[in-house]
């Protein structure tokens, strides 16, 4: 993770094998912002890490808090493009958005983030983007925008932050 230490002071908050947390405070005008970056285990105990540590987030209600990344976790079975899916994960990750009191912000113009990269590929939306729902009050036209697909098996994406609301 990286920013523009002319317009933002950083300071770590977690450093974990599937997470950094940063707090940002504006050199403008002194306002405070979270940003976490999530690269979600596939399995194993670092998957049950993961979802404990992200089950236990502490969010203030007051908090300007995003929350990006790979869960590796889809929503609803809607979320792929072939029949199958776990419901077990579908119910723990949206408990976990739930427990949270996160907010989804959708990804326009496409239904899926990854490829297994096959001749009949599995599509799947695996990369989210969450924010608190103070951030939502002060940043209220916030974009999850796809870019064109490189090489890797995800899709680019590209947040659009606006505290304007279009007419």
């Excluded at 940043?139 to 925008?145: C, D, G």
Aim: charged share 20%.
């Amino acid at each position: 993770m990286g920013w523009n230490s002319s317009l933002l002071e950083g300071e770590v908050i977690h450093n974990l094998i599937f997470a950094v947390t940063v707090k940002f405070t504006s050199k403008h005008d002194k306002s405070v912002w979270f940003l976490t970056t999530v690269y979600g285990p596939c399995s194993g105990p670092e998957r049950d890490n993961f979802v404990n540590w992200l089950n236990n987030l502490e969010i203030q209600d007051d908090d300007d808090w995003m929350l990006i990344g790979d869960f590796n976790f889809y929503r609803t079975l809607e979320n792929r493009n072939r029949e199958g899916g776990n419901m077990n994960d579908i119910f723990v990750f949206n408990e976990i958005i739930s427990n949270l009191g996160l907010l989804e912000i959708p990804l326009k113009g496409r239904q899926f983030t990854w490829s297994n990269m096959q001749d009949n590929p599995l599509l799947e939306q695996l990369d989210w983007c969450f924010t608190s729902s103070h951030w939502i009050s002060a940043y209220p036209n916030t974009l999850l925008l796809p870019l064109a697909k490189p090489l890797s098996d995800h899709l680019p994406c590209v947040v659009q932050i606006d505290t304007a609301i279009p007419k």
